[in-house]
């Protein structure tokens, strides 16, 4: 099925390691998404990427940084990863850049707890 | 600052009808989305709304008010699957998703 691929599912992490997280997706679009979603809070934009080669910081952007060497890959690190980082994360895509009128595609998350 | 609200948690009867609100203050206007998200799962997406009035898909409407800052999406004929978390998302001038923290929506027989 079409769609947004992310990996890991779920991951525990010791406080100072770091950590990529995988977002693959096959559906050609150009703008792709990260964001965390945390309990009471919505969801967060950290970094995204209107087409490949190309990236952004969004609102949540530090201990974070992310990559756009072609369109289906956009991984995102953690160098050095601390406790408030562990949330849900979330990569998402549209065809343009920005949600268009049929919204994002969201990917099925990863559940990152640092401890 | 931008702001979206939404009631944290409404409980509904299977078979009735349910309305969430969303009320928002944002540097700008340029479509509200609601999208479901099943816990545990990806949001995906219901509707989008630029212009005042009422949007209806099947089960689902969706209305804004553009100069009341204010969208609600309507759910009728419930059924069990429909328990989930509602986000409510503008996007504001700067083409930026601000997003609400999501209404928990529970669903009893």
């Known amino acids: 099925t079409a769609g947004i691929t992310q990996a890991p599912t779920s991951q525990i992490l010791a406080a100072g390691r770091s950590m990529t997280l995988r977002c693959t997706q096959d559906m050609r679009h150009n703008a792709m998404y990260w964001y965390r979603q945390d309990l009471g809070l919505g969801l967060r934009l950290i970094h995204y990427?209107?087409?490949?080669?190309?990236?952004g910081k969004g609102e949540v952007p530090d201990g974070y940084s992310v990559s756009r060497a072609n369109t289906d890959d956009f991984p995102l690190t953690l160098a050095s990863a601390v406790p408030s980082q562990t949330s849900v994360y979330f990569c998402?895509?549209?065809?343009?850049?920005?949600?268009?009128?049929?919204?994002?595609?969201f990917g099925s998350g990863t559940r990152l707890t640092v401890v | 600052g931008q702001n979206i609200d939404q009631p944290t948690e409404m409980t509904a009867t299977e078979g009735a009808i349910v309305q969430i609100n969303c009320t928002y203050q944002t540097s700008g206007f340029n479509g509200l989305f609601w999208y479901q998200q099943h816990a545990g799962e990806a949001p995906t997406f219901l509707s989008y709304?630029?212009l005042d009035g009422l949007e209806e898909k099947g089960r689902f409407s969706s209305f804004l008010s553009r100069s009341k800052g204010y969208s609600y999406l309507l759910l009728k004929e419930l059924q069990m699957k429909d328990s989930a978390s509602y986000l409510c998302?503008?996007?504001?001038?700067?083409?930026?998703?601000?997003w609400g923290a999501g209404t928990k929506l529970i669903i009893k027989p």
């Open positions: 998402a895509s549209s065809e343009l850049a920005g949600p268009g009128r049929n919204g994002y595609t």
């Open positions: 998302a503008v996007l504001d001038s700067n083409y930026q998703l601000i």
């Open positions: 709304n630029v």
């Open positions: 990427s209107n087409t490949a080669g190309t990236t």
